[in-house]
């Protein structure tokens, strides 16, 4: 029985844009992705044998553990045999815009290619990921990637400065299609729609001077914010508690907050506590997967 732990970090947006509807009914994205330390814990472990057989466990038990868990699917693409065992321990928030579940699929397939196919290529993998979900290619690599297309091109950015990052949600989920239903209502189905691309150079210029941005901006607030007052109220006290910028993550409706200073970071993590919302404290990260 071959083993391997990994922690898979969650994603938050830094930027979040639409630059188009494509025929096919999807969305063109414009991002900046950006791993950070809030993390799942996934552990796998793996035995040849000639039939095929996987189990998922999970902590969190509104998770289903069958073939509907992007974990599941992961390992159901990449064997063709063998007996998988794969237990999650959750820590990232479910339904919140932090690619929790894409983070699990990516550490089932770069811990599980380990254990039984280590000559496999990344472009192989990054294709299995890409058809369990959008963000799975990001997570496997992670850091700050600049990400296009519907979140399968990746590009190198400008690198985040160290610094204290809060994240925040109350449990109050949003679904991601009826968010980009809301979005195409409202913006005419991006007909002659020009995406906020300055800000992206904004953002840029800032981390290569080793500076932290205090504007940003996510085309999904506006769709989901006004159904959802409790991620408008933890931007709120963010900014109260000193966050030099509080943006909700994807399409939400989880906030994070960019601080500063360790203090202030802290004072938020017990101020949005007290309001009833679950709040962790993380820092940015090089890496989407860490194998421990």
């Known amino acids: 029985m071959k083993k391997i732990e990994i922690k898979a970090n969650a994603k938050i947006n830094l930027f979040l844009d639409i630059s188009a509807l494509r025929k096919d009914g999807y969305h063109d994205i414009l991002s900046i992705m950006q791993s950070v330390s809030l993390c799942d814990t996934v552990n796998i472990e793996y035995e040849e044998s000639s039939q095929k057989k996987i189990e998922v466990k999970c902590d969190a038990q ?25 237990e999650i321990k959750k820590n990232i928030f479910l ?16 811990g599980l290619a380990r254990l039984s196919k280590p000559d496999i290529n990344t472009e192989r ?20 990637k ?13 690198e985040m400065p160290e610094t204290h990052l809060v994240i925040a949600c109350m449990g109050e989920g949003f679904p991601t299609p009826e968010a980009y239903k809301r979005l195409d209502r409202v913006y ?18 800032c981390f290569s001077r080793k500076l932290l941005p205090d504007r940003s901006f ?16 933890i931007k709120k006290v963010m900014c109260e ?28 993590v017990k101020e949005l506590t007290q309001t009833g919302a679950s709040a962790k404290l993380c820092e940015p990260r090089k890496s989407g997967l860490e194998i421990l």
């Open 62 to 86: 509104s998770l289903p553990a069958d073939s509907r868990n992007l974990a599941y699917k992961a390992a159901d693409r990449l064997l063709d045999s063998g007996t998988v065992k794969i």
């Open 218 to 233: 996510n085309i999904f607030e506006s769709a989901v914010l006004p159904m959802r007052p409790h991620a408008e109220k």
């Open 188 to 205: 005419n189905n991006f007909e002659n729609y020009k995406p906020e691309a300055r800000t992206i150079d904004y953002i840029k210029d």
């Open 241 to 268: 508690c000193g966050a030099r910028l509080a943006l909700m993550s994807g399409s939400g409706p989880s906030v994070f907050g960019i601080f500063g200073d360790y203090e202030s970071a802290l004072e938020a």
């Open 146 to 158: 600049l990400v296009t297309g519907i979140g399968d091109i990746h590009r190198n950015f400008a």
């Open 95 to 110: 339904s919140a815009g932090l690619a929790g579940g894409s983070a699990d699929a990516a550490a089932v397939l770069v």
């Open 125 to 144: 993998l990054f294709k299995i990921g890409a058809e369990i979900g959008a963000d799975v290619p990001f997570c496997m690599v992670g850091g700050t």
